[in-house]
């Protein structure tokens, strides 16, 4: 098999820019903006805003959950038939379309809103899995942290840019100013859809597609393939350990992606001003993480990378749960008046750093395990942890949140990124990569 060589730099900026675009629904939708307004002004159970919270998780587990149980027959699928392109297309038009009706959603609508925010989230999540699974085609080995790192950087700049129209235009979340907020889901739609025309213009098809054997049908293909790596994952063990470590990661990542901005709202107690500068911080602090970060993989190797990752998410939950008690003691003990507001500031360029950095590593050492010919099938999987991870996390902190409040419940993120960190103990990055080798070589077949 010919070596992997370096895609043109159009294919792979191409490739870059679906992070780029779908940045503003992980960001307006999931993040910043409609999280908040779901729960404060939609459900609005004041004061502790439990009900509310526990249906915002509900709602992403289960479009999560959907992602768990189409992601890897549908890559299987991709592979066979080599239409990436076409899936990748299907999953960003129905992104659009349902990200847009959140407009629809006003106070009282909660079946509503529940139902658009299951079909949105599964259609957004899904494609990360779709986009990700070109990532091989790409450029050889040693250059795959720099390409996903890019991507994920211009991601974040991507949803720096999103914001600036909420920002400026539609102003705070509150139910006086619900009539101008509630068009962030168009507005994240339209920004999705014109932000991803260049993926679907540079991005290339390599693979070749195979005829159908007489009397089967592709969900039989589909479920056959993933039958057989299901059975040959022990000789990737590797990729199997892996996953099970972004299932735990990404279980805390999705609780501080959806809870993080709530959280300053609830707990912290955060002004109108100190909320849209965490977003700022956050957002290039993610950025230059997942781009530093980037070339640091190749240099130190994606795996060690990772787990320096997971020690920085270790200590921004920390943080995170102690900032009032920090503040207070500086008050207390210093005579410093610091709000804990203003210490959070810094609490969140901790786990911006962390952000894009941890996914980015994961995706890359996916794309150094898996063979070119199982790509999409493999990244499948990944998605498969990665939402399964949203649905435990998010499930899980939605009842404890419900039991000993947010405040304490954040805590739970330490122990999922420390069983994270304590899986990477048995992998072994250059036996991962030897393995996809001698499968893409020839010397082993599926």
């Known amino acids: 098999m010919p070596p992997r060589v370096r895609a043109p730099k159009r294919e792979i900026f191409g490739w870059a820019m679906f992070d780029f675009a779908n940045q503003a629904y992980t960001l307006l939708i999931i993040t910043v ?55 990748l297309f299907a999953s960003y038009l129905v992104t659009v379309v349902t990200t847009a009706a959140l407009y629809f959603v006003a106070p009282g609508y909660l079946l509503l809103g529940v139902l658009l925010l299951i079909l949105s989230n599964f259609a957004y999540s899904i494609g990360e899995a779709f986009i990700a699974s070109f990532l091989p085609d790409l450029g050889p080995p ?118 993080a901005f709530i959280y300053g709202a609830q707990v912290i107690g955060w002004d109108e001003s100190v909320r849209t500068l965490m977003f700022v911080l956050v957002q290039i602090t993610a950025a230059a993480g997942a781009l530093g970060f980037g070339f640091i993989q190749d240099r130190i190797g ?55 950095s941890c996914q980015s590593a994961t995706r890359t050492l996916v794309g150094l395990f898996a063979p070119l010919s199982r790509s999409a099938e493999l990244f499948g999987f990944w998605g498969l942890a990665m939402k399964l991870a949203g649905v435990f996390g998010l499930v899980a902190i939605g009842l404890l949140q419900m039991l000993v409040g947010l405040h304490t419940a954040i805590l739970f993120c330490v122990l999922l990124f420390a069983i994270a960190l304590g899986a990477t103990r048995f992998i072994d990055e250059s036996r991962g990569r030897a393995v996809a080798m001698a499968h893409d070589a020839g010397e082993t077949t599926w």
């Open 302 to 356: 994606a795996l060690r990378t990772y787990g320096i990752t997971l020690i920085l998410w270790i200590t921004a939950i920390a943080l995170i749960y102690l900032t009032p008690a920090i503040s207070r003691g500086l008050m207390e003990h210093l005579g410093l008046d610091w709000p804990a507001q203003y210490l959070f500031l810094v609490v969140g360029c901790v786990a911006g750093l962390s952000l894009g």
């Open 142 to 259: 040693e250059d795959l942290g720099k390409i996903s790192g890019f991507g994920w950087a211009l991601g974040y700049i991507g949803g720096l840019m999103s914001a600036i129209f909420v920002l400026l235009a539609l102003g705070e979340v509150s139910a006086e100013n619900f009539e101008r907020i509630r068009w962030v889901g168009p507005w994240a739609a339209v920004f999705f859809l014109l932000a991803a025309i260049p993926t679907f213009v540079w991005v290339r098809e390599r693979g070749r597609p195979r005829p159908l054997p007489p009397g089967t049908g592709y969900l039989a293909i589909g479920f056959a393939r993933v039958g057989q790596t299901i059975g040959r994952l022990r000789e990737h063990r590797d990729l199997a350990v892996l996953f099970v470590s972004v299932f735990f990661s990404m279980s805390g990542i999705y609780i501080i992606i959806t809870y």
């Open 33 to 87: 903006v409609f999280g908040d307004l779901f729960t404060r002004i939609i459900v609005g159970d004041a004061p502790d805003y439990r009900l509310g919270n526990l249906l915002w998780s509900l709602a992403l587990a289960t479009g999560y959950l959907l992602v768990v149980v189409c992601s890897p027959v549908a890559g299987a699928i991709m592979d066979y038939t080599a239409t990436k392109k076409r899936f």
